[in-house]
């Protein structure tokens, strides 16, 4: 038994009888092993399939905390055990596991793994998801960003000219002087203006609507007098 030990561990039990050697491991590993085993249960009972992980490594991540549980002398029944594998599957296998349990297969791990493997193959592949095309996306831009154009877009092969023929500039309209430049105004006289423009122009317009107006009032009233004296 002690040759099986670790040096320091044999310097501190060579004196022993082997009762009391096998009692002396037992309160210095016991606890080491119950905390163990906790963390091996805790961790089996939390874990789950993934999005996207495939069915094997999962029920060998599942299979590998129930042969350490069996290690530490825990063992599980096999029914607790593919149920326990079955109920944590992800909704992608729903079906399969209603269909396992209305047959009540009663299958071993291993079968239970064969069975998971064929359900994988038929199932139909996901579509990636918005993100990850968003991102592949912009990787193939940025990889293609810098490169120069294939011949045939935009260039003709070997000659670095262009393929079609460019617009010509077309310059802008020269502009037009003011008509009224140096033509002098009808009315007035005075070079600048129309003489529909012109400021004595409008105001002898103005002045002659005024009198107009005036000139008619009067003669209404002269015509409402004469028809009252009659």
Same mark, same amino acid.
């Given at each position: 038994?002690?040759?099986? +030990?670790?040096?320091?561990?044999?310097?501190?039990?060579?004196?022993?009888?082997?009762?009391?050697?096998?009692?002396?491991?037992?309160?210095?590993?016991?606890?080491?092993?119950?905390?163990?085993?906790?963390?091996?249960?805790?961790?089996?009972?939390?874990?789950?399939?993934?999005?996207?992980?495939?069915?094997?490594?999962?029920?060998?991540?599942?299979?590998?905390?129930?042969?350490? +549980?069996?290690?530490?002398? #825990?063992?599980?029944?096999?029914?607790?055990?593919?149920?326990?594998?079955?109920?944590?599957?992800?909704?992608?296998?729903?079906?399969?596991?209603?269909? #396992?349990?209305? $047959?009540?297969?009663?299958?071993?791990?291993?079968?239970?793994?064969? +069975?998971?493997?064929?359900?994988?193959?038929?199932?139909?592949?996901?579509?990636?998801?918005?993100?990850?095309?968003?991102?592949?996306?912009?990787?193939?831009?940025?990889?293609?960003?810098?490169?120069?154009?294939?011949?045939?877009?935009?260039?003709?092969?070997?000659?670095?000219?262009?393929?079609?023929?460019?617009?010509?500039?077309?310059?802008?309209?020269?502009?037009?002087?003011?008509?009224?430049?140096?033509?002098?105004? $009808? $009315?007035?006289?005075?070079?600048?203006?129309?003489?529909?423009?012109?400021?004595?122009?409008?105001?002898?317009?103005?002045?002659?609507?005024?009198?107009?107006?005036?000139?008619?009032?009067?003669?209404?009233?002269?015509?409402?007098?004469?028809?009252?004296?009659?």
């Amino acid at each position: 038994m002690l040759a099986s +030990m670790i040096p320091d561990l044999q310097k501190n039990l060579e004196n022993l009888a082997a009762f009391d050697m096998l009692r002396e491991l037992k309160v210095m590993f016991e606890q080491q092993a119950e905390q163990e085993l906790f963390d091996t249960v805790k961790s089996f009972h939390a874990c789950k399939q993934e999005e996207g992980q495939s069915v094997s490594s999962y029920v060998m991540k599942m299979k590998g905390y129930l042969d350490q +549980m069996e290690r530490l002398e #825990y063992t599980m029944p096999q029914i607790l055990r593919v149920s326990m594998i079955l109920t944590s599957l992800s909704k992608d296998y729903d079906l399969f596991v209603q269909n #396992y349990n209305m $047959h009540s297969m009663g299958k071993t791990i291993a079968e239970l793994h064969n +069975m998971l493997k064929l359900a994988e193959k038929g199932m139909p592949k996901k579509a990636k998801a918005p993100v990850v095309l968003a991102i592949n996306q912009g990787r193939i831009q940025k990889k293609n960003k810098g490169k120069p154009l294939a011949p045939g877009k935009g260039q003709v092969k070997g000659k670095g000219k262009l393929a079609y023929t460019p617009r010509p500039k077309v310059p802008p309209p020269t502009k037009k002087e003011h008509p009224t430049k140096g033509t002098p105004c $009808h $009315h007035c006289g005075v070079v600048g203006h129309w003489w529909r423009n012109c400021a004595a122009y409008l105001e002898g317009l103005k002045k002659n609507k005024a009198s107009g107006a005036s000139t008619s009032a009067l003669v209404g009233v002269q015509s409402y007098i004469k028809n009252v004296d009659m």
